[in-house]
């Protein structure tokens, strides 16, 4: 028999496990329908979990999931990591540089139909960063 765990974030709020599996069953149900191939590896992500207790907590230390690009258990999974990164990257910029400024920077180009056209735009663009970054 099962248990069935709460994962709790340090500021209290339960994560939405749950309805992310029930998001990736409907999404392996598609595929199927549509008859692809690894419609099942979707479908078994995240399915088996396997806990060890450290001290008075239990820790994850084994599953599977499918890495899929797709897959909305693993795109969750996925952007989670990358905020925790982005928030100690944040951190340690403010503790070295406490004084900086942050910028939002969007560069955009007219869409290129070739290969020797994307090569081009590419250089050029690179080319105008590397310009960029070296002002003041």
């Known amino acids: 028999m099962s248990e069935i765990f709460e994962d709790i974030t340090d500021n209290g709020k339960v994560r939405p ?3 992310r599996k029930i998001e990736n069953v409907r999404y392996a149900e598609y595929l199927a329908i ?13 399915e088996v979990l396997r806990f060890r207790k450290i001290g008075d907590h239990l820790k994850l230390y084994q599953t599977w999931f499918c890495h899929k690009r797709l897959c909305p258990l693993c795109n969750w999974r996925k952007s989670m990591k990358n905020s925790s990164q982005l928030k100690q990257i944040i951190a340690e910029t403010i503790k070295r540089e406490p004084t900086g400024r942050f910028l939002f920077l ?3 180009v007219k869409n290129v139909m070739t290969a020797e056209e994307l090569k081009q735009s590419l250089r050029a663009m690179t080319k105008a960063f590397g310009k960029l970054t070296r002002y003041k």
Request: aromatic share 10%; net charge positive.
């Open 34 to 46: 549509l008859e692809f191939k690894r419609a099942h590896d979707i479908r078994g992500c995240g």
């Open 17 to 19: 496990w749950r309805e």
């Open 106 to 108: 969007t560069l955009t």
